[in-house]
């Protein structure tokens, strides 16, 4: 009796905790991702079920099928393809308009921004003015050194999309000036082509530098690359061909990116080539990236289908 007692209690958990089971493991279909965020600062990412006027039912993969209130809803974000890999959501890439310097055809979105700095001196933040232009400012704080001079610079860009998540295009430039010095400007004014989506992608990139009012007589030629290999994991190339009057440069560099809650690790080594010089040695590269806006999204974990 006791054996049948011990059985029939099994069973009955069984039946009990299935339901639960089945209910948290939500499959949610990869081409109606979307992002909500609440007044409260809560985030849901899954599917629509459906809505009206004033409320939505909303399935998670986490909490399964929500009711929500339409006024206390700011935002609702669709989810690219793209961050679906290997039928899991993976974050976004919190540098996808970049790689460790060099900027790509893809933009910020309206409302996002970052804050990059390499090696502490260099300091830039980057802010979406619409989804398809772009605004940063960034300076060297030499003063904290003694220095009466100090670079500044500003970075306009534009984005557009040619074919949605496949290949995009922009045009920018890199301009600025040296506070405490007079006839000091310099920059680069450059356009970009980049195949591939955000997490994944290849640019060619076209610019021309200035200096004291004047332009350079060669282009300058760029190719990067990115990689995404795991839920926070890149590989990153960044290679420039520069050439001013008879004498050439060449700079390779490899690294990688890992993401740390929400910031993004940049780290490799960059490699200068020249026929003037006469050993080979290689610079380190590190640089942190922080993101904020509300267009943000982490990877949850969730099983989605095609």
């Known amino acids: 009796m006791k054996k049948i007692m011990l059985?029939?209690?099994?069973?009955?958990?069984?039946?009990?905790?299935?339901?639960?089971?089945?209910?948290?493991?939500?499959?949610?279909?990869?081409?109606?991702?979307?992002?909500?965020?609440?007044?409260?600062?809560?985030?849901?990412?899954?599917?629509?079920?459906?809505?009206?006027?004033?409320?939505?039912?909303?399935?998670?993969?986490?909490?399964?099928?929500?009711?929500?209130?339409k006024k206390d809803i700011t935002k609702v974000t669709e989810i690219a393809c793209s961050s679906v890999v290997k039928g899991k959501i993976w974050g976004e890439n919190p540098q996808s308009a970049r790689y460790l310097f060099m900027p790509n055809g893809y933009g910020l979105k309206k409302g996002e921004g970052y804050y990059q700095n390499i090696w502490v001196l260099f300091n830039q933040v980057s802010v979406g003015v619409t989804d398809y232009f772009s605004v940063g400012a960034g300076t060297v704080p030499t003063f904290l050194f003694g220095s009466?001079?100090?670079?500044?610079?500003?970075?306009?860009?534009?984005?557009?999309?040619?074919?949605?998540?496949?290949?995009?295009?922009g045009v920018g430039a890199f301009t600025g000036t040296v506070i405490g010095e007079s006839n000091s400007g310099f920059g680069i004014l450059y356009g970009l082509a980049?195949?591939?989506?955000?997490?994944?992608?290849?640019?060619?990139?076209?610019?021309?530098?200035?200096?004291?009012?004047?332009?350079?007589?060669?282009?300058?030629?760029?190719?990067?690359?990115m990689v995404r290999?795991?839920?926070?994991?890149?590989?990153?190339?960044?290679?420039?061909?520069?050439?001013v009057d008879t004498e050439s440069l060449t700079l390779i560099s490899m690294g990688g990116r890992s993401i740390l809650g929400k910031a993004g690790l940049d780290y490799g080594l960059v490699?200068?080539?020249?026929?003037?010089?006469d050993t080979f040695?290689?610079?380190?590269?590190?640089?942190?990236?922080?993101?904020?806006?509300?267009?943000?999204?982490?990877?949850?974990?969730a099983p989605v289908k095609k």
């Open 281 to 301: 040695f290689a610079i380190p590269w590190l640089g942190i990236t922080l993101p904020f806006g509300k267009n943000y999204h982490q990877s949850t974990g």
């Open 148 to 169: 009466g001079l100090m670079p500044v610079w500003v970075v306009p860009k534009f984005s557009i999309p040619v074919v949605k998540d496949k290949f995009n295009v």
């Open 7 to 69: 059985f029939m209690g099994i069973l009955l958990g069984i039946l009990v905790l299935e339901p639960s089971k089945v209910s948290a493991q939500q499959v949610l279909d990869s081409t109606r991702l979307v992002k909500v965020n609440m007044n409260d600062g809560a985030e849901f990412i899954g599917n629509i079920i459906s809505e009206n006027d004033t409320s939505m039912q909303f399935l998670t993969g986490k909490y399964g099928q929500l009711g929500i209130l």
């Open 229 to 243: 290999v795991s839920p926070r994991g890149y590989l990153l190339t960044e290679n420039y061909y520069i050439k």
């Open 271 to 277: 490699l200068p080539l020249s026929g003037e010089m």
């Open 194 to 225: 980049t195949v591939g989506d955000r997490n994944s992608n290849l640019t060619f990139g076209l610019g021309y530098g200035y200096a004291a009012g004047s332009f350079a007589k060669s282009p300058m030629i760029s190719l990067a690359g």
